[in-house]
């Protein structure tokens, strides 16, 4: 393929079009040519806006290679860009390139990277809390899930794996009240706020595990009294099962919080900058310009 300019690969210029009109196009071309084209969608960023486009190849007459740039939408708000990108990308099963940085304005460019590098540092931190709490947990269950002489334990796997999901359910919970408890009348929060917030999150949590660890057990201890034989006797499992068990559910249950903690900062992300004006796709703008002429 010829070597082109960058304003003739990437949509520099070119009103934006809707996404049928591009898919529209992509048919004709299939049906014409007998071959499916190639989408794959970047960004860039330019004059304080954060584009995103689609590049269509596909084989043309005697199998030569084409092209076809697009341009779909451009957003002042990066994060509406990587999110609109992300969503057609997954529905039409487009290839999704992410931010060119040949392509984008070095101050833009070093803005990306600045904010990219604060969202991985608390990701990976609140990791890391997330792991060591695990840690904590396990030392819990080792302390206080007690048993008989014979080693049977007064909890069962399922109760303590039951706890543990229980424990991580609420740590959701937690975040998803950190994330729409909005107060108008304070400062706008940082992602060190939310980092301290995360801490306390963990440390009531915990306390809480510990305190249901201990109730349950002293329960069924005292249920086994109360029944004597019938129960002391029958078949129940054995600590170190237990213990084994719980440590499988906490390793299942960092590996998922760990991915939630990704959209979590994400979501982060976007309160962070939700207020910024947002640049609309040109067409949109006329369109709006031309509704409140007509007012």
């Known amino acids: 393929m010829e070597e082109r300019p960058k304003q003739q690969i990437y949509g520099y210029e070119l009103e934006p079009v809707d996404i049928s009109d591009m898919l529209s196009f992509v048919e004709s071309r299939q049906e014409v040519h007998g071959n499916k084209p190639k989408v794959t969608l970047s960004m860039y960023g330019d004059d304080g806006k954060w584009h995103v486009d689609a590049a269509v190849r596909y084989k043309g007459r005697e199998g030569k290679d084409e092209f076809q740039p697009f341009l779909l939408k451009s957003y002042k ?3 509406r860009a990587e999110k609109y990108a ?3 990308a997954e529905e039409y099963g487009f290839s ?3 931010l060119n940085p040949s392509l984008t304005n070095t101050e833009m460019f070093l803005q990306y990277q600045k ?8 990701t990976k931190d609140m990791q890391n809390e997330i792991e060591q709490h695990g840690t904590e947990l396990m030392k819990v269950v080792e302390t206080q899930a007690v048993g008989e002489e014979n080693d049977q334990s007064f909890l069962t796997k399922k ?4 706890l543990i999901s229980e424990q991580f359910n609420r740590i959701e919970i937690g975040i998803e009240q950190m994330l729409n408890s909005v107060d108008q009348q304070s400062k706008k929060k940082t992602f060190a706020d939310y980092r301290d917030e995360m801490k306390n999150l963990l440390k009531e949590c915990r306390q809480h595990f510990k305190d249901s660890i201990i109730e349950r057990t002293l329960t069924s201890k ?16 054995s600590i ?10 906490l390793m299942q249950s960092i590996l998922y919080m760990n991915e939630r903690l990704k959209d979590f900062t994400t979501v982060i992300d976007q309160k962070l900058y939700e207020h910024e004006p947002v640049q609309l796709d040109r067409k949109q703008n006329k369109a709006m310009a031309a509704q409140a002429h007509e007012r």
């Open 77 to 79: 708000q990066l994060w």
């Open 222 to 237: 005292q249920k086994m009294d109360d029944k004597v034989i019938g129960l002391r006797n029958g078949v129940r499992d």
């Open 240 to 249: 170190s099962e237990v213990k084994d068990s719980a440590k499988s559910k």
């Open 159 to 162: 109760e303590v794996e039951h």
């Open 86 to 88: 992300k969503e057609i």
């Open 115 to 122: 904010r990219k590098h604060v969202k991985d540092t608390f």
């Open 96 to 98: 999704n390139e992410g």
